[in-house]
Each structure stands twice: as C-alpha cells, then as structure tokens.
C-alpha cells in the first residue's frame, strides 16, 4: 500500500492546515496551532506530510531541542489515518524525517511514547534501532483524547542515534529472565524473578506488555489501568538499576510481546 505513497515536507500555511484535519481525525482533540507549526518549521523544526494522490493521510511534526550540551531534534507527533497504520508507513516517515534531520546537521532524534503501546515499541526499537533511555510517570498529566483518556499518561523517552549505525540484535527468549508476565486471565504478574533477581547484574532481562492495549482499555478498564500499574513498578525498577529498552520481540501466544532491557 505504501508504494503509492509520497512522503514530503510540508513548507506553506496550506498545508499546515490541511496537517491540522488529519491531527483532528487521528486523536479526536483539537490541533496543534499553525502559528505554532509554521514557528518551528521557519527555525529549523522539520514537518513531513505523507499523500497518496493529493490525500494527506500522514504526518510528523518536529521542532528543535537544546540540553544546555547540544542541539537534537523533538520528534513531537506521529499521526497516520486508521486505514494506514498497518502498512509501513510509520518506519518510512521517520526514515525520511531522519535522512533530512542528518542534512540539516543533527544527530539525534528524540521523542516520548506509551510503553504499553506494542506497535509503537516494536518500530521504535526493534525497526528503527532507537533506545528506550528514560521512564516518565504520568508525563503529560490528564489527557482526554481517545489513546489516552482516563490513564496515567506514562511515557518512555526514546533517544535515536543518528550517527549510530543500528543492527538488529538477537536476544533469545529465557524465561528465567522474565520479570512480568501474563496470567491465563490476561492479567499482568509480576515474577518470582523480580524479587530474587533484581539485585544481581543480568546482561538482558523481559517483561511482558499486551500486543493490543487499546482493545485491553475498551473492553475492560479495570484490566487496563491494571497493566499500567504494575508494568509501572517494573519500569521504575529497570531504569532505576541502569536498564533501557533495548529491543521487542513478538510473543507466540499473540497476547503479548516482549521488552528487552539491557545494561
């Protein structure tokens, strides 16, 4: 589906507008301002828009960042109409987003994301070979549109390496590593590893997180704020101890997928 797809910058008022429609449709809340969009596209933001025919179906927002170091990229919104999202389209944007970023002298790309979110974790990490190098609890606060409504906004922080020349790595599944796994209920569990093991120096560990967590949240809440609340534990714990999300690998079940974390 994506062969017909032409991904590009977006550089006019116009189609900062039309960015607008597609945002409205894909998180049901309102827009980004366009005097916000047009601000950081003028100093050195880099706005993609991706069309099939004259269809804005996609596109990715990003503006300028500074650490007090050095400047990198914030990779603020990913959005992609419903009909598209399984294609391949989000690793091609950010593929693109990248090769302009590295023109335009950065070497770094940063964004945040839902680590219950599995699709977004598999490109983030597995596709594009970025690290998952810090855990925010509830970092946006309350937020009311349809993906993030009545949980707390968790998020990972996602550093991506231009420079860094990114090789799929091969981490075999061992449950003797797992620290969170899923009941035959589908409820989140914390493992016997967890509490025994988290002391010691492990080279790569697991831990389970639903393959669709929005299905998870309309058909039970409870269940949902459920896995939020004890990955949340888990999280804390592996990056307190010097882990980051290194990678995810699919489950056979098709219930879960996997988070590799290493040191």
Known sequence: MTEHV???????????????EVETKVWQMPATPVHQTFTALNNGGIILGAFVD?????????????DGRSA????????????????????????????IARD?????????????ESRNAYLNLHKLG?????YKENYYGVMKD???????TDRIHIKWNLSKNNKESNFPFDKAKLLLDITPEGYPLITDVFHSKMKQTMDYLFMAIPVNFQEIKQMDF???????????????????????????????TGKVNYYVFTK
Not at 54 to 66: R, V
Not at 72 to 87: E, F
Not at 104 to 116: A, E, N, R, S, V
Not at 146 to 152: A, I, K, S, V, W
Request: with cysteine; glycine share 8%; proline share 4%.
């Open 104 to 116: 335009k002298g950065y070497q770094m790309i940063t964004w945040t994301f839902d680590p219950l």
């Open 6 to 20: 032409m991904i590009r910058s977006l550089t006019t008022m116009e189609e900062l507008l039309r960015m607008q």
């Open 222 to 252: 409870k269940l949902a704020k459920k896995w939020r609340m004890e990955t949340q534990k888990v999280f804390h714990t592996l990056f307190d101890n010097g882990y980051q999300a290194s990678d995810l690998i699919r489950g056979h």
């Open 72 to 99: 990198y990229l914030c990779s603020h919104m990913l959005g992609i109409l419903p009909a598209y999202r399984t294609s391949g389209l989000g690793v091609k944007m950010k593929l693109k987003q990248a090769e």
């Open 146 to 152: 349809e993906l993030n409504q009545g949980l707390p």
């Open 54 to 66: 004259d269809e804005m179906i996609g596109f990715l927002y990003s503006f300028p960042g500074f």
């Open 130 to 134: 970025a690290s998952g190098a810090i």
